[in-house]
């Protein structure tokens, strides 16, 4: 799976996340198979993404960035029909490169129509905000808070702005 750099950087879906989860999206966007679907097992996620790391992130902190990606409309989370646990990551087609791995088809597809609501609602929030935005740009432009960075005047804008 291919990374745009323009949407890791600038993306308004990854830039809702917090520090910690910006940071580690590449790697666990790294772990999703050939189809951009992730097996949700956490310890095991753990087990493979930070292999050699000396300190490891913890089981809740990994799912806690998962939860993020998930309300950002990142990552759709569904059940596979056995129970398991599955993420397929919101991304374009050809990110996830032209062939796929035999062993990946194994692995459950989300059920469509309720990937496609997922999707419209990041479509129906992303309008919402549209007003948010521009608030967000004059938020650029205003003088800077001491003690208060421009990033929480936004986000505090945002709210604002959706409430």
């Known amino acids: 799976m291919m990374i745009d750099p323009e949407s890791l950087i600038h993306g308004e879906r990854i830039r809702a996340c917090s520090d910690e989860a910006q940071l580690h999206f590449p790697r666990l966007l790294a772990a999703s198979n050939s189809y951009g679907r992730l097996h949700m097992k956490v310890q095991r996620i753990i087990a493979a993404v930070y292999a050699d790391f000396v300190s490891p992130p913890s089981k809740e902190q990994v799912t806690k960035w998962l939860k993020e990606y ?4 990142l990552l759709f989370v569904y059940k596979a029909p056995d129970g398991s646990l599955w993420g397929q990551w919101d991304v374009p087609k050809a990110m996830l490169g032209k062939y796929r791995k035999k ?3 194994n ?4 059920p469509a129509q309720e990937f496609r609501e997922f999707k419209e609602r990041y479509l ?3 309008r919402k905000a549209a007003p948010a935005a521009r608030l967000n740009a004059n938020a650029a432009n205003t003088t800077h808070v001491r003690g208060t960075s421009t990033r929480n005047v936004r986000r505090a804008m945002v709210s604002y702005a959706l409430a």
């Open 107 to 110: 692995s459950p597809a989300p």
């Open 124 to 126: 129906s929030a992303s």
């Open 70 to 73: 998930h309300d950002h409309f």
């Open 103 to 105: 062993r990946d088809q």
